[in-house]
């Protein structure tokens, strides 16, 4: 399509959405703006108008004017993602979700939820508060579930409970062509065709816009212990780590911040912890197995050149201490004003974690930039913080050198590019290597679900 | 195509794939008749020839041949596939794997393995016997892994353990056009990219053939406790299941079976179980943790009129028992003498499991049918497995009637026309009504991965 045409197609198309949608269709720049960003240090690129969608009916109405004038579609949630997931790197409309915010339907007997794919998920479970049951899945950022299904996320809780992966039943989701479709059902197991749950979830709005999902829920545990558990050395603290999972204890939370990252929670939460490697674990169950389990922990952990750890059993000690750990990266950026952050998330096989780590380490002590790590360890998933100005050539050079370092030891070791941030626009070189002929296979997909491409393009795979 | 093109297609394949192969190409008439069948009632569909491949290599240039010459390939393990997966509907090439045994690689260290898709389940966990770990799922018949992985299998385990989705990190597989694949790491989770492993699982041959398999593997439990709870009445024990369930014990099986399942099992198996419904049970953990479940289960079944408990904490006990189990669907066939049995398999909503087993039991009633009813009822999956004669028209069209009568009632509760089996030939009709437009986006991934469809034609869609 030539510029000419382009720029008919989309003046067209915006005043067909504008018919649609009232003054829920802006082309506002500071709503623009704030639409064409996440929270990494990826660049803005502003949508050409933002759209608040209320009604799955609605986004595929939106979807189908888009497909007729070729006007790209990228999805929008919280904003929360780290690879500049929703930058509008070819324009179009922002599709932001977030008044889609109803929860449908709590079956507490079949530990089940139906929500609208705007919730976010601490809404969530505030609402399930009441009914003893809670959804897992806790990125740190307070992200929409359908923005979480979208990347795949996972975090803190993944080590016992799974991914997005694992706890999507089911989804509703509005195609390139507008069409809507209902993938998965209620059941727990099924073998009826193509899995196509799974190829949502992770897509990264590529492939459809997830409108609605219904996500698996547990049961609050009688029994939750919190504990702060400092080290001598970070290989003391990983060994601890992969001897605690290859032992087949079932942790509920096992992280890892180093030094640095503890000096800046400190700040920024007003903690007082040593500044040393620390492990934030949490242990669920009754009260006889959490006892259990945090002596059999604490056994492990002595044996690796443990300190003495600290116990939260009160509700608001844990949760100021999961709030700090939420906000590493925050408090990073506020260690460093001025820089942005370059978020690297390999994840490996638990044996070889200590190398992973390690390698990293001694990467970072031969460069100019400083870098807290921080991760969700029991999965082998980790995180170098690389605090860097992207408009400083040399920065940018030498973060990107630091990152390439590390995802390649990251395969070589039999791991992944990204355990839960997703490709977006920041990682699609390191797609090809991790995937090689599979790329291929992906972009076929794509290509059948989205031949004309309007759905967010530039992310995945360069457009 | 034309006829005539399509012999003299056939017979270039042949004659090509004989160059390659050997005599590990056949047309024997016994062994295209063994690959032409499962263990179902679907006729025999025998294919023009058989291949026994070696290497994922072997497998690519089998594919290429028939890709060029339009040749349908079937992929074929151990034939125990239940919806007529592994008939040569449209003539072909059977490609069997059994001959790919060999277990590559055991990560003990990560609690994972890789093996080539012919291996059989019983045979992996005979090798990993002395490494103190296990590869849970279990669906009775000893298939091979890539069969399993290929129909999404689960079994008596998988209300613990997950199914074949959560229990795959990494495929190898040879596409359409004979390139070779390989999806997912080591890692224990990703976000890069399109989930191809978990779109693999379950695409019965479709949409590739899988040649290589990366499992999740557990630690055999520290203890384990298996029994045999008799219950007065089917709605006891349906609802001493769904209490279970609904408390979050983490049970390891929970069996229904029949007061008809148990006389046809004491039969075959050489068993004196009381012919009243039944639950078979069994727990997995520490010995205390394992004697907390059984006691808490004891009470909630006694709470729906269970009788006295047979325990069988004796390894040679507890084989005996679940032998017994997994020959269920043989001792139904025995009991039938010249019957063969629709084994159907619905997976409903815990809380509705009720609902759908005694709407089953009332259709039968009315019923000149027998029809046993075993289960995997921890995951609301079911099966009534119908005596019938296929070749009698009065007894086809009333176990038809009867299998749709239970699928549609699964459905309007919110489950699945097949929890463990597949749609093969014998379910495609299931999937129009149970997925909607959603089958529309299957055909556009079947046409873009297959657009000559060679691959395992007549299975999932109609050709």
Same mark, same amino acid.
């Given at each position: 399509?030539?510029?000419?045409?382009?720029?008919?197609?989309?003046?067209? &198309?915006? /005043?067909? =959405? +504008?018919?649609?949608?009232?003054? #829920?269709?802006?082309?506002?720049? $500071?709503? *623009?703006?704030?639409?064409?960003?996440?929270?990494?240090?990826?660049?803005?690129?502003?949508?050409?108008?933002?759209?608040?969608?209320?009604?799955?009916?609605?986004?595929?109405?939106?979807?189908?004017?888009?497909?007729?004038?070729?006007?790209?579609?990228?999805?929008?949630?919280?904003?929360?993602?780290?690879?500049?997931?929703?930058?509008?790197?070819?324009?179009?409309?922002?599709?932001?979700?977030?008044?889609?915010?109803?929860?449908?339907?709590?079956?507490?007997?079949?530990?089940?939820?139906?929500?609208?794919?705007?919730?976010?998920?601490?809404?969530?479970?505030?609402?399930?508060?009441?009914?003893?049951?809670?959804?897992?899945?806790?990125?740190? &950022?307070? /992200?929409? =579930? +359908?923005?979480?299904?979208?990347? #795949?996320?996972?975090?803190?809780? $993944?080590? *016992?409970?799974?991914?997005?992966?694992?706890?999507?039943?089911?989804?509703?989701?509005?195609?390139?062509?507008?069409?809507?479709?209902?993938?998965?059902?209620?059941?727990?197991?099924?073998?009826?065709?193509?899995?196509?749950?799974?190829?949502?979830?992770?897509?990264?709005?590529?492939?459809?816009?997830?409108?609605?999902?219904?996500?698996?829920?547990?049961?609050?545990?009688?029994?939750?212990?919190?504990?702060?558990?400092?080290?001598?050395?970070?290989?003391?603290?990983?060994?601890?780590?992969?001897?605690?999972?290859?032992?087949?204890?079932?942790?509920?939370?096992?992280?890892?911040?180093?030094?640095?990252?503890?000096?800046?929670?400190?700040?920024?939460?007003?903690?007082? =912890?040593?500044?040393?490697?620390?492990?934030?674990?949490?242990?669920?169950?009754?009260?006889?197995?959490?006892?259990?389990?945090?002596?059999?922990?604490?056994?492990?952990?002595?044996?690796?050149?443990?300190?003495?750890?600290?116990?939260?059993?009160?509700?608001?000690?844990?949760?100021?201490?999961?709030?700090?750990?939420?906000?590493?990266?925050?408090?990073?950026?506020?260690?460093?004003?001025?820089?942005?952050?370059?978020?690297?998330?390999?994840?490996?096989?638990?044996?070889?974690?200590?190398?992973?780590?390690?390698?990293?380490?001694?990467?970072?002590?031969?460069?100019?930039?400083?870098?807290?790590?921080?991760?969700?360890?029991?999965?082998?998933?980790?995180?170098?913080?690389?605090?860097?100005?992207?408009?400083?050539?040399?920065?940018?050079?030498?973060?990107?050198?630091?990152?390439?370092?590390?995802?390649?030891?990251?395969?070589?070791?039999?791991?992944?590019?990204?355990?839960?941030?997703?490709?977006?626009?920041?990682?699609?070189?390191?797609?090809?290597?991790?995937?090689?002929?599979?790329?291929?296979?992906?972009?076929?997909?794509?290509?059948?679900?989205?031949?004309?491409?309007?759905?967010?393009?530039?992310?995945?795979?360069?457009?």
């Amino acid at each position: 399509m030539g510029e000419a045409a382009r720029t008919e197609g989309r003046e067209a &198309a915006l /005043a067909e =959405l +504008g018919a649609l949608l009232g003054d #829920r269709l802006t082309t506002a720049q $500071a709503i *623009r703006e704030a639409h064409g960003r996440d929270e990494s240090w990826h660049p803005v690129a502003m949508p050409d108008a933002v759209a608040f969608a209320e009604t799955t009916e609605e986004v595929a109405a939106i979807i189908r004017i888009c497909a007729a004038h070729g006007l790209p579609v990228i999805p929008f949630g919280a904003g929360t993602s780290l690879e500049g997931h929703v930058s509008a790197v070819h324009g179009g409309l922002s599709l932001d979700l977030t008044r889609m915010d109803r929860i449908l339907e709590v079956n507490a007997e079949d530990l089940d939820v139906r929500v609208e794919a705007g919730v976010m998920r601490k809404a969530l479970n505030e609402h399930l508060r009441d009914t003893g049951l809670f959804f897992p899945i806790d990125p740190g &950022a307070n /992200a929409t =579930l +359908g923005g979480m299904a979208a990347t #795949r996320a996972s975090g803190t809780n $993944a080590v *016992r409970y799974g991914t997005m992966r694992e706890n999507v039943l089911a989804l509703t989701a509005v195609m390139a062509d507008g069409s809507i479709i209902h993938t998965g059902t209620r059941a727990k197991k099924s073998s009826a065709g193509y899995d196509l749950t799974r190829l949502l979830v992770g897509s990264e709005g590529t492939l459809g816009i997830i409108t609605e999902l219904t996500l698996r829920l547990y049961g609050i545990p009688e029994a939750t212990r919190s504990g702060v558990v400092p080290f001598q050395s970070i290989e003391g603290a990983v060994d601890a780590v992969i001897e605690t999972i290859q032992s087949g204890l079932p942790i509920a939370r096992i992280e890892i911040l180093d030094p640095l990252s503890i000096r800046a929670c400190n700040a920024y939460s007003k903690l007082t =912890l040593a500044e040393v490697p620390t492990l934030f674990v949490e242990f669920h169950g009754t009260e006889a197995s959490v006892a259990e389990q945090a002596e059999r922990f604490a056994a492990i952990a002595s044996g690796h050149g443990a300190g003495a750890a600290e116990w939260a059993s009160k509700a608001e000690d844990r949760t100021r201490l999961w709030e700090a750990r939420h906000n590493a990266y925050y408090a990073a950026l506020a260690y460093a004003p001025g820089k942005k952050g370059m978020v690297t998330d390999v994840c490996v096989p638990i044996s070889r974690l200590a190398e992973a780590i390690s390698g990293t380490l001694a990467d970072l002590e031969t460069s100019f930039l400083k870098a807290p790590i921080v991760g969700h360890v029991g999965d082998g998933n980790f995180h170098m913080l690389l605090l860097m100005d992207p408009s400083d050539p040399k920065d940018l050079s030498e973060a990107t050198r630091l990152h390439d370092l590390m995802v390649a030891r990251a395969l070589s070791l039999g791991g992944t590019s990204t355990g839960e941030h997703g490709i977006g626009e920041g990682k699609i070189k390191f797609l090809e290597t991790e995937h090689g002929a599979g790329v291929g296979v992906m972009r076929a997909i794509k290509q059948a679900f989205d031949p004309k491409g309007i759905l967010n393009p530039g992310k995945i795979f360069s457009a």
